[in-house]
């Protein structure tokens, strides 16, 4: 726990940071002095799995040698990733790839622009590395790629020269998604 929480406002706030990587579960008690004695709360506290972002050095993975889909405007499609990966600590064999730019591994949607997350509307377990109104049906593929042998098997998802809605200019972008290190790289 670092720094004393004490306010003068008599709210008690701090923050812990655990020793080491992965699930932690800790328990808290916490005692507060009152004009008449003591009052004693306990409760358990569980640390989410958390990514983080940094720049690395990308190697292009060319999927056009893979598995097209032929996606409608706001359309998705399941596909099967081949390996089990984990995504905030649940186990996923499966994904759904949406014609807007993001994989999830939850519902389909039609989300077509940015929203804030985590969000009451879908989706909320979004991968995106380009999320935006895209329309593949005017222009573009999208592709899979399954690579490699157990345990170092990887999944790539790009989209390919796809015009955003009602615009002319493509883009092209990619996720591949790793088994061996959970990793997932734009």
Known sequence: VHGDGAATDGIYANFWMPANVGPVVATVTVTHATGTGSVIRAGTIRQRVTYR????????VDATGGTAHALADDGSVVVPIGF???FYGVTRGT???????FITFGPDTAASGNQRLPDPALPNDVVAPF?????PSAGGTVYTLAQGAVPNRSFTVAWVGVRRHGGTDPVTFEVTLYEDSGKIVF
């Open 95 to 101: 994904l759904r790839i949406n014609a807007n730019g």
């Open 84 to 86: 089990d990966f984990s």
């Open 131 to 135: 999320w935006d109104d895209l329309d």
């Open 53 to 60: 972002h940094e720049a690395v050095a990308y190697q292009w």
